[in-house]
């Protein structure tokens, strides 16, 4: 199994990463944290949704959705990060202790999945960059090549050189995005009409809210908080909190990165509608190979995110189901082909919708997580007894079967949909735990 290593050079061998909680010597430094943490940032995806957005609801309205998710990113992940930091527990650990066996193979099964996906999308836009500029290449290679080189940097543990590859990185990504904004604007001029962009018949009225729930889909990422966070010393818990996985992190990947998608997708000429990869083509167009180096850089940095979020939880999901053991280069291999083979199918034509109904899960994952830390102010081992996992795992089945439900039935229900998931996971959480606890009280007096 994968060992953990130390601050000192040693190791907890044979134990894997995710199969307890991150002992305080094998903490990482906050650099070291927020340069391995800062690799999710850097991905085409958020320059492309938020440019997708922005032609059903406007620009305008985009930005501001992007803005209120930055808000309430940072203050729902700073609770899941100190508690994180505090616990030194991973997703999958926590989950056990909260919803029971059964709920700790759900979450694990949804975090690996959901991972595995985003590293679907964000590769196939290595792949489509790769094809574009060399031809010769065939897109198929192009999948290949990806998911060779890719693989291979999370056969290690976060702590052993992902901070340092994408230190490294991000100053690359910056530069590049800078240079991508500069570079449009020499050649095309600057022109106030991607603030204009909207569809056809106006923007609509809610159209900021739309934007807001829709990002409400990608709260994925406070499970991804999570598995980082606990790598955090709990003297920097307030720094982890406020700045790493805070405000400064989420107005970096959310409004600036979707402020230069709108501008780019729009002020560069014959890039065609915007697709899931028109920005990327439109980069190539701009920058030639130094464009292909700019997504190459951007995609490799949240793709170790992915791969490494995706190997860490399939390999707890089928050890705690299955009880099946393998190192964890194995497991980074397994998820390197299904990553590969998912690549083969028409990839951009179902990935959003999947991830939609698995941000179900996700969303009424963090309602009841938040709701336990904030309101029950109860003791890990409070949670021990069966009976509260079985009422909590409940919970979970119940707001994620109404949230899907409300996708299903279309309209304002599926617009709706997150919220409504959110809303149903606090109160049938609160509502369930409290009628035991005080059906508890009231037979203890008796």
Not at 261 to 271: E, K, N, Y
Request: aromatic share 14%; net charge positive.
């Amino acid at each position: 199994m994968a060992s953990i290593q130390t601050s000192k050079g040693g190791a907890h061998t044979g134990k894997d990463i995710a199969a307890l909680a991150v002992p305080h010597d094998a903490r990482m430094s906050r650099g070291a944290l927020t340069m391995a943490w800062w690799a999710v940032c850097s991905a085409m995806f958020w320059l492309v949704v938020s440019a997708t957005l922005a032609l059903y609801y406007g620009a305008v309205n985009t930005l501001i959705g992007l803005v209120l998710s930055a808000v309430v990113y940072s203050v729902i992940n700073a609770v899941l990060a100190r508690h994180a930091i505090k616990s030194g527990l991973s997703v999958a650990l926590f989950s056990r202790k909260l919803f029971g066996s059964g709920g700790a193979a759900l979450a694990t099964l949804v975090f690996f999945a959901t991972a595995i996906y985003y590293g679907v999308f964000e590769g196939s836009v290595i792949a489509v960059a790769i094809n574009a500029y060399w031809p010769g290449i065939s897109l198929k290679m192009a999948y290949l090549i990806v998911v060779l080189y890719s693989a291979p940097l999370v056969f290690g543990s976060v702590q052993q050189w992902l901070d340092k590859l994408n230190g490294v990185l991000l100053p690359f990504y910056i530069l590049g995005l800078l240079a991508a904004v500069v570079l449009t604007l020499s050649n095309y001029g600057y022109s106030d009409a991607w603030l204009q962009l909207a569809p056809a018949g106006g923007a609509p009225a809610d159209g900021w809210w739309r934007c807001f729930t829709y990002f409400m889909g990608v709260w994925i990422l406070m499970m991804y908080t999570w598995d980082y966070a606990r790598f955090g010393k709990r003297e920097d818990a307030d720094y982890h909190a406020r700045l790493n996985f805070g405000m400064p992190f989420y107005v970096f990947t959310f409004v600036l990165n979707g402020a230069a998608g709108i501008f780019l997708a729009t002020s560069i000429p014959h890039i065609g509608a915007v697709t899931e990869v028109s920005v990327v083509l439109g980069l190539l167009k701009l920058m030639g190979f130094a464009g292909l180096l700019f997504v190459w850089v951007s995609q490799t940095r949240i793709n170790t995110a992915n791969f490494h979020l995706a190997t860490d939880n399939m390999q707890t999901f089928f050890d705690r189901t299955m009880g099946i053991q393998a190192p964890r280069i194995v497991w980074a291999s397994v998820v390197g082909v299904v990553v590969y083979l998912l690549m083969l199918t028409n990839v951009f034509s179902f990935i959003l919708q999947a991830l939609a109904y698995q941000g179900i899960f996700v969303v009424s994952w963090v309602g009841i997580a938040m709701t336990y830390i904030l309101v029950d102010h109860a003791s890990l081992e409070d949670l021990e007894s069966p009976k509260h996992r079985r009422l909590s795992f409940t919970a979970w089945v119940l707001s994620s079967g109404v949230g899907i439900g409300c996708m299903l039935a279309g309209g304002v229900l599926a617009d709706w949909s997150a919220p409504i998931t959110l809303g149903v996971s606090v109160l049938a959480y609160r509502m369930l735990t409290y009628s035991a606890k005080q059906a508890a009280l009231e037979g203890a007096s008796a």
